[in-house]
Nanobody, 121 residues
Framework: QVQLVESGGGLVQPGGSLRLSCAAS????????MGWYRQTPGTQRELVAR???????NYADSVKGRFTISRDNAKNTVYLQMNSLKPEDTAVYYC???????????????WGQGIQVTVSS
């Protein structure tokens, strides 16, 4: 079994910073894509940022220049550094990883339980 556990969320004032972390544990052979999504009540989950195994990154337009995604392959961990936070960044943030549990299996997507980020004065 594979588990993804997020940490680092909380309440921050506008203009502040937070760093989210997500660590994967369990039977992991390789991880291709790591990413972060977010969701607010009544809306669809949206991509915030993702990083592919070779290092290529993609960001939502709304966070470009403010958020940075990175990964530590040795620790099976992905990070999201969030700077210059705005009230509209308030959401539940979900970590996701596309990985293989062994050489013979195909890749599957796994999700964390979600972590709240609130930007408010």
């Amino acid at each position: 079994q594979v588990q993804l556990v997020e940490s680092g969320g909380g309440l921050v004032q506008p203009g502040g910073s937070l760093r989210l972390s997500c660590a994967a544990s369990g039977s992991i052979f390789s991880i291709n894509v790591m990413g972060w999504y977010r969701q607010t009540p009544g809306t669809q989950r949206e991509l915030v940022a993702r990083i592919i195994s070779g290092g290529t990154t993609n960001y939502a337009d709304s966070v470009k220049g403010r958020f940075t995604i990175s990964r530590d392959n040795a620790k099976n961990t992905v990070y999201l550094q969030m700077n210059s936070l705005k009230p509209e960044d308030t959401a539940v943030y979900y970590c996701t990883m596309r990985l293989k549990t062994n050489y013979y299996r195909r890749e599957n997507d796994y999700w964390g339980q979600g972590i709240q980020v609130t930007v408010s004065s």
